[in-house]
């Protein structure tokens, strides 16, 4: 029996991560994975790795294309290889498989394992938003996790004292492999999850989180900023820094004022109050 395969898309950088990251989404990645100063796109059909890869050439980003490499799971060494990592003062990722270290005293483990929903913890901006749930969240908040992806915010909004958490994402796979990391978790009985359009969800939140690139989040603002409660907090991540005052300007008004923002390498995440 001949053996599965997937494609290495090899992005040297660090340059342009929010291009690298925005685009490369659009195919269907299994996964990426760091190495070195290198980010790597698997891809399982390697037309979709083509097709990724000439969307870069147009942009200018240097690559290289592994097609038919004979693998079983792409990201089983990754996963094998991964070390959990603190982020913040409360928070421990794991993104190993199988995920079971022991979080040092005062951290609350976050074991997600690497796959093609986007938030294991290993990007900036990942990073950047669970900090600002860490800070910005008091306790007994209601959050909703925008484009919830792995399920790592809405998990870490349920560790960190959240009264309920609620993700989303228009990417039914990702759902499914949310709700598999919800289910090792004992919070995670805190946390709902559906395949959705941002237009199908109500309510209002004492915290909105969304970790998406400006287009991405430019595209759903409208349906996004009235599900902020009164006196609640808007955090928005996956900010390339030199563009921070254009999403900031995009948001505030009366309503919402700037409450905190927070850097990390190239990348920002700010968080915004809304009016009582």
């Known amino acids: 029996m001949t053996p599965p395969t997937y ?7 660090k340059a342009n991560d929010e291009i690298v990251v925005g685009h490369l989404s659009r195919f269907g990645p299994l996964g990426f994975v760091e190495e070195g100063m290198d980010l790597v796109a698997c891809f399982r059909r390697a037309e979709d790795a083509r097709a990724a890869a000439a969307s870069l050439k147009e942009r200018g980003i240097r690559w290289d294309l592994a097609a038919d490499v004979a693998e079983g799971d792409p990201l089983q060494a990754f996963r094998a290889a991964s070390r959990p990592f603190p982020v913040g003062a409360r928070l421990w990722l794991d993104p190993g498989d199988p995920s079971d ?3 040092p005293s005062g951290r609350v483990a976050l074991r997600i394992p690497a796959s093609r929903a986007f938030g294991t913890g290993g990007h900036e901006s990942t990073r950047l938003a669970l900090v600002a749930l860490e800070e910005e969240l008091t306790g007994g908040e209601s959050v909703l996790d925008v484009g919830t992806g792995s399920g790592v915010l809405a998990l870490a909004a349920a560790a960190l004292g959240a009264s309920e958490a609620f993700g989303y994402d228009t990417d039914f796979d990702a759902v499914l492999v949310a709700r598999e990391n919800v289910r090792r978790h004992s919070f995670g009985k805190l946390v709902r999850l559906a395949a959705a359009e941002a237009s199908a969800v109500g309510g209002r939140f ?12 430019f595209g759903i603002r409208a349906e996004v900023l009235p599900r902020v409660a009164a006196g609640g907090k808007l955090i928005l991540s996956g900010i390339p820094l030199d563009r921070e005052a254009e999403v900031v300007a ?13 850097i990390e390498n190239d990348w920002t995440s700010v968080c915004l109050r809304r009016a009582s």
Do not use: C, D, M, Y
């Open 250 to 262: 995009s948001v505030r008004s009366r309503k919402f004022t700037l409450a905190g923002r927070r």
């Open 7 to 13: 494609s290495r898309l090899v992005i040297f950088r």
């Open 206 to 217: 004492g915290i909105v989180v969304a970790n998406l690139l400006p287009e991405e989040f």
């Open 101 to 103: 270290s022991a979080p």
